[in-house]
């Protein structure tokens, strides 16, 4: 069964405070590996995809990395502007776009 | 502006009546889903349609039901039979069956007092 999990739940930054966020997945013929940004209320928001490990994709103060059991979501020097829910989900072999979604690390960040 | 509608934004329904939420999109995308949210889970899907007048059911299709009539719109019916409809529900498209970056609408609160 296809699994994903994401680390920490929720984490509390001070503005400048730069971090990372996990995202640990299990699918059978990974096909790609996609991060999204959900504020509240909201529906998510798309922010990248990464196809193959070591692959790196860069936007702002985020940078996702790809491993071959795990992704990481850096945020460099934060802003309050970069509070949100950050989800991550796996896509496996098979049709219909499967997509298996993490439960998000909810970030909040502070002055 | 390109995007999706969703429409409406909240619902409140009694026990035993159907309801349905709309899905309009103008990005010209094929594939068009529904997927739930739940507080501490993680989104999942519970239709999906790749071409007009097709749809599959996702991981959770019991007590709903769609429609794929036009290019444009995925309406979904949250049914009586849906034991625990109360969710937050969201609508997507892709430009192709095969991509993951999903465009999602601003969702649909359902409440069932």
């Known amino acids: 069964e296809d699994q994903v999990t994401q680390s920490p739940e929720a984490l509390r930054l001070q503005e400048g405070e730069s971090s990372s966020l996990n995202c640990s997945y299990t699918?059978?013929?990974?096909?790609?590996l996609f991060w999204y940004r959900q504020d509240p209320g909201k529906g998510p928001e798309f922010l990248f995809t990464l196809y193959s490990a070591g692959e790196e994709k860069e936007k702002e103060r985020l940078k996702a990395t790809l491993t071959k059991k795990e992704s990481f979501l850096h945020i460099t020097a934060p802003k309050p502007e970069d509070s949100a829910t950050y989800l991550c989900a796996a896509g496996s072999g098979g049709g219909g776009n499967k997509l298996t979604f993490g439960t998000g690390t909810q970030l909040k960040v502070e002055l | 502006d390109g995007g999706i509608t969703q429409s409406p934004k909240y619902l409140f329904r009694k026990e035993g009546q159907n309801v349905t939420l709309s899905c309009e999109q103008n990005?010209?995308?094929?594939?068009m889903y529904w997927y739930r949210q739940d507080p501490g889970q993680g989104l999942r899907l519970i239709y999906y349609s790749q071409i007009v007048n097709d749809f599959q059911k996702g991981d959770i299709a019991e007590g709903y039901s769609v429609s794929r009539e036009k290019k444009e719109s995925f309406p979904l019916t949250v049914t009586s039979a849906q034991k625990n409809p109360t969710a937050f529900y969201l609508c997507?498209?892709?430009?192709?069956?095969?991509?993951?970056?999903?465009?999602f609408g601003e969702g649909s609160r359902l409440t069932v007092l």
């Open positions: 990005l010209n995308h094929d594939a």
């Open positions: 699918v059978s013929g990974l096909r790609g």
């Open positions: 997507a498209s892709s430009p192709n069956s095969l991509g993951g970056e999903l465009f």
